[in-house]
């Protein structure tokens, strides 16, 4: 199998706060946002305890502007897409910086606070639904040091 390879990411979660939108100089739009998902598993003493791991998440084009039109804090959201890592030279400190974040290529809303499920997939295969099993509660705020986007968090 060599040459052949795979970077593909799923993701079934929460939003973390409302999409920020963007644009490039060229006009492109571009939105970050953070998906929260729950693990949850009994610990060495059986008691129940839950995780919630945040998602960095980026959408081009016209997944960014449906996202910033539809997606809302707290609502839940299908994505798929590849995983990226960027670096960039602190301002600050000079120390080298990485993020590894996904970059979406479908997105499906999956309903709930009235809003209407929708699926906004680039690409031409069909999408199911099934039952799951994760936490329904609205995520907790974004972790400290998360800040708002600037020009040098878009990546390209």
């Known amino acids: 199998m060599a040459g052949k390879s795979l970077n593909r990411v799923q993701l079934i979660g929460n939003l973390g706060k409302d999409p920020e939108i963007k644009?490039?100089?060229?006009?492109?739009?571009?939105?970050?946002?953070?998906?929260?998902?729950?693990?949850?598993?009994?610990?060495?003493?059986?008691?129940w305890q839950d995780r919630t791991e945040w998602h960095n998440v980026v959408l081009w084009q016209r997944l960014a502007e449906i996202a910033g039109e539809y997606l809302k804090k707290g609502g839940k959201v299908y994505i798929e897409g590849r995983l990226q890592t960027r670096s960039w030279d602190d301002k600050q400190t000079g120390q080298k910086?990485?993020?590894?974040e996904v970059?979406?290529?479908?997105?499906?809303?999956l309903g709930g606070r009235g809003e209407g499920g929708g699926d906004y997939s680039g690409s031409s295969r069909g999408s199911s639904s099934s039952s799951n099993n994760f936490d329904q509660?609205?995520?907790e705020p974004e972790p400290a040091g998360a800040g708002p986007i600037t020009d040098e968090d878009i990546p390209f």
């Open 137 to 139: 509660r609205v995520p």
């Open 97 to 100: 910086k990485y993020m590894t």
């Open 103 to 109: 970059v979406a290529s479908d997105l499906i809303l």
């Open 23 to 47: 644009y490039t100089p060229q006009g492109t739009p571009v939105a970050k946002l953070t998906i929260a998902t729950n693990e949850r598993f009994k610990d060495k003493g059986g008691e």
